[in-house]
């Protein structure tokens, strides 16, 4: 052998890939029970009917935005890293934190599919606080979810929102920068410096004319996305089970009509807003209950941020994305606070 490193063929272990039990055992879970609320035999199964139900609910309302997700970070696979960055800005200044927070205002996503661009955002090199402004000024800022919005507690009171919303993403942006450049959080591993004489448009033209677009490709990149949806699919999931179990002993309409204006009421919606997996969709009804029947907007604005902030799904993602327990839980320590105060002073002043 020319190298001791060499094993011969007679002596190689077949490569063992592990089964992720997480993914295919929640995958089949959720398909029994969407399967059970389309039977027949419903009906005599008891609490059972509460479960399957939720996840029939919850698969009917996320699958669109885990499907866009998908395809979305497909396409992002083959786009370079550094027109991403020519995008977000280079670096870790508060431009390029201005225009994530912008791009997740824009972005018609919700809070599952979100979860997938940011992660490729992170892995193509963004910053920190970029990928949490991004993330947190996202999920439900989408034109289609303010629409929504609009209609159910109006204009002024969404317009509020979205503002303050994107006023926390800007200043926890800054926190996450300010905190990896004292060295409290770690770097992102696949940042880089973009070239000073890089120019996006003419760069784009000369990549698009010479990038065939054939069933090749097609198939490549759709492949791609599944792949590396495997993620945040297997916590969504997981997500849609527990929320359906958390369902068979929450009463959300007890919640939805009692949490009034007071700091019992707001700390009982924040215990709601992180054990309830709820999409920016299903968030929205439940937030304008809160604000029309509870007369409480700070318990409104903080169910839909609180959300964003202590969703496990969301957690559990920036973890498996950054390979840092630290950086996902200095999620909700950084945002918490701001969700918190915002919430109390529109508790006590209204429109």
Same mark, same amino acid.
């Given at each position: ?14 490569? *063992? ?31 059972? &009917? ?6 029939? #609910?919850?698969?009917?309302? $996320? ?18 890293? #550094? ?20 791009? =997740? $205002? ?40 303010? $629409? ?23 200043? %926890? ?13 770690? #770097? ?18 000369? *990549?698009?004319? #010479? ?11 759709? +492949?791609?996305?599944? @792949?590396?949806?495997?993620?945040? @699919? ?14 068979? @002993? ?9 949490? =009034? ?9 924040? @215990?709601? &807003? ?13 937030? &304008? ?16 941020? =609180?959300?964003? %902030? ?13 390979? %840092?327990? +630290? ?25």
């Amino acid at each position: 052998m020319s190298s001791c490193c060499n094993t011969p063929e007679s002596e190689q272990k077949p490569t *063992r890939v592990s089964l992720d039990y997480l993914l295919w055992g929640s995958l089949l879970a959720t398909i029994i029970f969407y399967g059970l609320h389309l039977s027949e035999q419903l009906n005599p199964l008891g609490k059972l &009917a509460v479960l399957s139900s939720s996840v029939f #609910e919850l698969v009917n309302i $996320v699958w669109w935005g885990i499907l866009l997700g998908i395809v979305i970070l497909a396409a992002m696979a083959k786009v370079p890293r #550094e027109f991403v960055m020519s995008l977000l800005a280079t670096g870790s200044g508060f431009k390029g934190i201005m225009r994530a927070t912008i791009g =997740g $205002v824009l972005l018609d996503l919700c809070s599952h599919g979100i979860l997938m661009v940011g992660a490729k955002l992170y892995e193509r090199g963004a910053s920190l606080g970029q990928v949490m402004a991004f993330l947190i000024a996202s999920p439900w800022n989408s034109f289609t979810l303010t $629409v929504i919005l609009v209609a159910l507690i109006g204009l002024p009171w969404t317009i509020v929102f979205i503002i303050t919303s994107m006023l926390i993403a800007l200043i %926890s942006g800054v926190i996450f920068d300010a905190l990896v450049g004292r060295k409290v959080l770690p #770097e992102n591993p696949y940042s880089f410096d973009l070239p000073e004489d890089f120019q996006f448009w003419p760069q784009a033209k000369q *990549r698009l004319a #010479e990038t065939q677009f054939d069933k090749v490709m097609i198939l490549s990149m759709l +492949k791609t996305g599944l @792949v590396e949806s495997r993620i945040v @699919v297997r916590w969504i999931l997981f997500g849609i089970l527990i929320a359906g179990l958390i369902r068979l @002993v929450l009463d959300v309409d007890a919640f939805q009509q009692y949490f =009034g204006p007071t700091l019992l009421g707001l700390g009982l919606t924040m @215990v709601a &807003a992180t054990i309830i997996e709820v999409c920016s969709e299903g968030s929205a009804p439940v937030a &304008a209950d809160l604000m029309t029947r509870g007369q409480a907007p700070g318990n409104s604005f903080a169910f839909l941020m =609180g959300g964003v %902030s202590t969703d496990y799904t969301e957690i559990m993602v920036l973890k498996e994305s950054t390979q %840092s327990w +630290k950086i996902a839980l200095f999620l909700p320590l950084v945002t918490l606070p701001q969700i918190l105060l915002i919430a109390y002073l529109f508790n006590h002043y209204s429109i």
